[in-house]
């Protein structure tokens, strides 16, 4: 043969080149018999063992159980849904398949979030022939609409609204899902999906035809109606994280009067220390404002907000990443996701309405074991927020005036090194505002727009009217049966209990499992240092032997 018939492989890669010591009451991933392709993913992205939700869910949901899964981000939950979708489609290989047809769909609330499920996905199906698909509002409309029709699409991560444009277009069909993820039911409630997904779930095969993955941060009663109608006798999980504000972030809450807040922000970003600062509003409208104010004063700035397009917020989150600018000014929704490692300083300039962002908002600072400084102005609208924040933070809020070197211009912080907060915030995850989410279901119900000013999720851009998409090719005339899978058995049911105590990205702190008339209940307590996770992982990343 020539050299130039050659097909070249990659090297073979063996499961014992990904060696991890079986510990007592940990997970490994070597326990749950997941196809090698996985396996070898799993070792590069470098995790060793499952985390609590992980360990809870994958015994029942890789033995084809739909499940709701009660966890934060910062649990695992993505690769706890991603594991199984990529297990169930290596593992029932079809003989047929057409363009635009997903096997799996994944559904998620905000364009950030579906674009790091899609990192993940593509991470874990490295090496496999699995091919993932996004398709997000605010982005590039005909690249999205290609990737449908030009190639098979294993793995599609979606936002409700840019879906259901391509699904208007016959660009998208989803009689063919086998398994359907719904990432943050509960902020697809509070942002007014849910009419879509009723849409994109009918669009689907019936329940016992599909497997169904459900997460949710809360449960409130919105949320269980939801999954009743949308799972088939799940097995209910629960991660119940405490969540404590890190320790590295110094915590002020100064008294100032609304006319004085800007001029506060200003000295505050003109200090020495404020190498990178986020300064967080509660509406569109004031972060705009404050960002032009902030550069007429010559602070270089910019903003995030659901407004800006997506392509802009990728460029300005990469640009203040990069240390191009500051000051980043940003509204709730776009910078919960946001992970910048060195921001030295948060700025509340208004207090969150809802107590989790404010966790969420600090959180931002302090990370990767170095020090930051969250600073919050309360004025006489913002000390309605705090009585919820102390119930949320389990900690009383201490009110201070505001230092001198904030009281004029030109003067400079104290160069003692500030004390870091000693108290510890813990905080239940349970008391999520539930009223919300119940006002918002109302609200789901109406049309999703928001108020013009009023954060809302930022809904794809309407492509201009074009041709005809591009047909996809005739679809088969029949569904093929969904693979019939086992219920789950003893055994991975005591894996589950035994995993209890797995703490890869939290310490479990109670485990209870109750048998109820609907399958077996788990409940895991499970204490997360906010952001902890992520530099354990980036930690374990290095530590992890490249395959
Ligand atoms: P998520 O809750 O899905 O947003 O995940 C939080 C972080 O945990 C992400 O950075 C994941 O890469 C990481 N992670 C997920 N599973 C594991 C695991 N088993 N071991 C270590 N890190 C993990």
Redesign the pocket.
């Known amino acids: 043969m020539s050299t130039q018939n050659k097909r070249y492989r990659r090297p073979r890669w063996h499961i014992s080149q990904f060696k991890v010591k079986e510990e007592a009451g940990k997970v490994r991933?070597h326990d749950l018999f997941l196809p090698i392709a996985l396996m070898r993913a799993i070792q590069e992205?470098?995790?060793?063992?499952?985390?609590p939700?992980?360990a809870m869910t994958l015994p029942y949901s890789l033995d084809g159980h739909d499940c709701i899964g009660k966890?934060?981000?910062?649990?695992?939950?993505?690769?706890?849904f991603l594991i199984t979708v990529i297990t169930d489609l290596l593992e029932h290989k079809l003989e047929e398949q057409y363009v635009g047809e997903p096997r799996a769909l994944i559904l998620a609330p905000t364009r950030e979030l579906a674009l790091?499920i899609e990192e993940?996905a593509r991470a874990l199906t490295k090496y496999s022939r699995l091919k993932v698909a996004a398709v997000v509002g605010g982005m590039d409309f005909d690249k999205q609409q290609k990737q449908l029709t030009e190639q098979r699409c294993d793995i599609l991560v979606a936002t409700p609204g840019r879906l259901i444009d391509f699904m208007n277009r016959k660009a998208v069909f989803l009689d063919q899902v086998e398994l359907l993820v719904i990432d943050e039911a509960d902020r697809m409630l509070d942002m007014g999906f849910i009419p879509d997904i009723k849409t994109i779930v009918r669009a689907t095969p019936r329940t016992e035809d599909r497997q169904t993955l459900m997460f949710s941060a809360t449960f409130s009663q919105d949320i269980l109606n939801l999954t009743d109608r949308w799972t088939n006798d799940p097995v209910r999980i629960e991660v119940e994280p405490k969540v404590k504000t890190s320790d590295q972030v110094e915590q002020h809450v100064y008294l100032v009067s609304a006319d004085e807040k800007y001029d506060v922000l200003r000295r505050i970003v003109k200090q020495d220390d404020a190498d990178r600062v986020m300064v967080f509003a509660n509406r569109r409208d004031i972060v705009r404002d404050l960002s032009e104010k902030l550069k007429a004063d010559g602070v270089a700035c910019q903003v995030l907000s659901g407004d800006v397009p997506q392509n802009k917020r990728i460029r300005t989150l990469d640009g203040f990443k990069e240390g191009k600018f500051g000051v980043l000014v940003a509204t709730d929704v776009a910078g919960r996701g946001i992970h910048v490692d060195g921001v030295s300083h948060v700025i509340n300039f208004t207090l969150p309405e809802d107590a989790e962002d404010y966790v969420h908002r600090i959180g931002r600072t302090g990370r990767a074991g170095k020090k930051g400084v969250s600073i919050s102005f309360a004025c006489e609208d913002d000390s309605f927020q705090i009585p919820a924040i102390e119930e949320y933070i389990k900690r009383k809020i201490d009110l201070e005036q505001l230092p001198d070197y904030l009281l004029k211009d030109g003067l400079f912080a104290p160069k003692a090194e500030p004390e870091v907060a000693p108290e510890e915030t813990s905080v239940e995850s349970e008391s999520a505002p539930e009223e919300a989410a119940v006002e918002s279901a109302a609200a789901a119900e109406q049309a999703p727009e928001a108020e013009a000013e009023v954060e809302a999720p930022a809904e794809p851009e309407q492509p201009v009217a074009e041709e005809d998409a591009p047909k996809a090719e005739e679809k088969p005339a029949e569904k093929p049966a969904a693979a019939a899978k086992p219920k789950a058995g003893g055994e991975q049911a005591e894996l589950a209990l035994e995993s209890a105590a797995a703490e890869?990205?939290g310490e479990v702190t109670e485990v209870t499992v109750d048998e109820t008339e609907d399958g077996p209940e788990i409940t895991v307590e499970v204490f997360v240092a906010e952001d902890e996770?992520?530099t354990?992982?980036e930690e374990?990343q290095e530590k992890a032997p490249k395959a």
């Open positions: 991933f992205v470098g995790y060793q063992y499952c985390s939700i992980q966890a934060q981000t910062g649990t695992g939950k993505t690769a706890a790091q993940d890869p990205v996770t992520e354990e992982n374990d």
